[in-house]
Structure formats: C-alpha cells, structure tokens
C-alpha cells in the first residue's frame, strides 16, 4: 500500500495517481514538501480547495485523453488565483501540472505555446 504525500490517502498497490487527489505517486519530491500533507480539509481556505479542485480537474483531463489546447488559455488565469494564494503546496501542485502539460501534451502534440501561455510555462517548468 502506498501513501499519498499530499493528502495521506492509502491507495492500492500498482497505482500511479492518488486515487483522492491525482498526484503522481512514487515520484522524488523535493524534500520541503514530501513531509507537508494536509489532515482535514478545514486546514485549506475555501478559495484554496476551489483552486486545488481545478488542477485535479485539468490533471485528471490531460490523464484520460480529454485535454484540449483551449485548456492552455485557463493556466494564465489559474496561475495568477495561485500566485495569490501564497501557499507552497498549491505552488507546488501547479507546477507538477504545468510540468505534466508540458511533457505529456505539448510535447508529444508539437504544440507551439505563444505570448502569456508560454511565459507561464517557462516560469514553471522544472528541468527533469
């Protein structure tokens, strides 16, 4: 069984996302937010879990096939929600997901990223 470090959900073995809240498991977190998991739900401010909800959403899209380039223009407007928020494991969460964009979508599609989506992009992307 592993344990999801965000959120402390168990899932079953032979699984790769999270089951409650989509991260990749397994994966080699930077140490500062490998330990931060959050334990109730109370924890998070309203406008914190509408944010949370809306990278699950787009990260569960780009997982089952469903993305589209017009997704791409929404990451200007969540990037800035985010940048509001100041809280580092929502920063962190976006950039798992602009990362995951980036290598599983615009890559393998060759899509060319132009003006405010691509800054968002390079500010985001960690080199792997």
Known sequence: MSQCRCCG???NPGIFFCQKCDVKLGASYEAKYSTKNISSPEELADTEKELFKKIIDMSRELRKGRFNF???????????DVQETNNDLLLFRFSELINELFFDYVIPKSVQLFGRVRDVFERNIVSQ
């Open 70 to 80: 017009s997704g791409l223009e929404d990451l200007i407007d969540l990037e800035e």
């Open 9 to 11: 959900f168990t899932n």
